[in-house]
């Protein structure tokens, strides 16, 4: 399974998937997994975290954006990460898909248009 990515773009989306699930998964089990779907490459993240409230999800990917405000806010955060993880997957053609149940957990998942092979290794484009 092949798909033409920038290297950095893919770290710093699944660095910041990673993170928000272990940082939202207080108990229970983080876990990554790559495959191939209808022509397309992904990776998800899926976790038994906290889960995102459906009202929420429209301003999911918003920058500076999160579901807890104000000083009640059970986690410290800058609300950027989701936001630049869209922006870089659309930047490679791909899109972030997330399945979320409130209290329940969430599936992140970053998909790619396959190619056929490889690029090679010093190629221009």
């Known amino acids: 399974m092949w798909a033409d990515l ?19 998964t207080d108990e229970g089990v983080v876990a990554v997994s ?5 022509g397309r490459v992904y990776a998800e993240v899926e976790d038994t975290g906290i889960g995102i409230d459906e009202a929420f999800l429209p301003d999911l990917f918003e920058e500076f954006r999160q579901e807890s405000r104000g000083r009640s ?15 870089l997957a659309d ?7 997330i399945e ?3 209290h329940k957990g969430s599936r ?3 998909e790619f ?3 056929s092979e490889p690029a090679e290794a010093g190629a221009e484009g």
């Open 73 to 87: 806010r059970t986690y410290e955060e800058n609300g950027l990460g989701l936001g630049i993880s869209a922006r």
């Open 108 to 110: 992140f998942r970053v």
């Open 34 to 38: 790559t495959g191939t779907a209808e």
């Open 113 to 115: 248009p396959r190619s």
């Open 100 to 102: 979320t149940e409130k």
């Open 6 to 24: 920038d290297e950095q773009y893919l770290e710093q989306i699944l660095r910041n998937l990673i993170e928000n699930a272990i940082k939202y």
């Open 91 to 97: 930047q490679m053609n791909g899109a972030i898909r």
